[in-house]
């Protein structure tokens, strides 16, 4: 079992940045596929982006392609998002989520430990 903790958001203006982290306890991190998905007001949760276990291959939605970039790091059992450029659309609670063995996939069926959310606003 593995638990997670999202940290890194807050309030941001339109085009600037900001790097969210998750840092996971418990054991065998390096065999967790990572995924980062987002919930913005009154819309269902949708996926933003993953990292396998093995061979850290990455997998983006197709709309945030360019702007954030998913990156772990095994020895401190943390996954990061890099968010850039962004957008007052970005709005969202954004989660982190964990899948043995996983090969970074969109869907959250696939995912089976979750953190509790991180908000970030970005003001226009």
């Known amino acids: 079992q593995v638990q997670l903790v999202e940290s890194g958001g807050g309030l941001v203006q339109a085009g600037g940045s900001l790097r969210l982290s998750c840092a996971a306890s418990g054991r065998s991190f390096r065999n967790y596929a990572m995924g980062w998905f987002r919930q913005a007001p009154g819309k269902e949760r949708e996926f933003v982006a993953a990292?396998?276990?093995?061979?850290?291959?990455?997998n983006y939605a197709d709309s945030l392609k360019g702007r954030f970039t998913i990156s772990r790091d095994n020895a401190k059992n943390t996954v990061y998002l890099q968010m850039n450029s962004l957008k007052p659309e970005d709005t969202a609670v954004y989660y982190c989520?964990?899948?043995?063995?996983?090969?970074?996939?969109?869907?959250?069926?696939?995912?089976?430990?979750w953190g509790q959310g991180t908000q970030v606003t970005v003001s226009s």
């Open positions: 989520a964990a899948d043995q063995y996983g090969s970074g996939g969109s869907s959250e069926s696939h995912y089976a430990y």
């Open positions: 990292i396998s276990y093995s061979t850290s291959n990455t």
